[in-house]
């Protein structure tokens, strides 16, 4: 999980719920910092009002190249991870992340 990246601070309740959820699902997080680069999630936060953002990825080898590696289990907890969130996601819960 990004714990910030040149273009925006993830969301703190919503890494909290994340956090919480990886957790409770005995899902190992790494966390990771950039300083110089940026995400996608540094235009989505910044959206309309603003959209509570956090980046969830999967490590990956020569990201930048023709052909990436990653680690199927890597991919398949990540992916348990936001079909998780989402479970949890609705507009009372959204509501509670930004008031």
Same mark, same amino acid.
């Given at each position: 999980?990004?714990?910030?990246?040149? =273009?925006?601070? *993830?969301?703190?309740?919503?890494?909290?719920? $994340?956090?919480?959820?990886?957790?409770?699902?005995?899902? *190992?997080?790494?966390f990771?910092?950039?300083?110089?680069?940026?995400?996608? =999630?540094?235009?989505?936060?910044?959206?309309?009002?603003?959209? *509570?953002? $956090? $980046?969830?990825? $999967? *490590?990956?080898?020569?990201?930048?190249?023709?052909? %990436?590696?990653?680690?199927?289990?890597?991919?398949?907890? %990540?992916l %348990?991870?936001?079909?998780?969130?989402?479970?949890?996601?609705? %507009?009372?819960?959204?509501? =509670?992340?930004?008031?």
């Amino acid at each position: 999980m990004l714990v910030f990246d040149a =273009g925006m601070i *993830p969301n703190l309740r919503l890494r909290d719920m $994340v956090l919480a959820i990886a957790e409770e699902l005995g899902i *190992p997080l790494q966390f990771s910092a950039m300083s110089r680069g940026r995400t996608d =999630g540094g235009a989505i936060h910044i959206h309309n009002e603003g959209v *509570p953002t $956090v $980046v969830i990825g $999967v *490590p990956t080898r020569h990201i930048h190249s023709h052909n %990436a590696i990653i680690c199927r289990e890597d991919y398949d907890q %990540a992916l %348990a991870l936001v079909v998780a969130l989402i479970k949890r996601l609705n %507009a009372e819960t959204v509501a =509670g992340l930004t008031g």
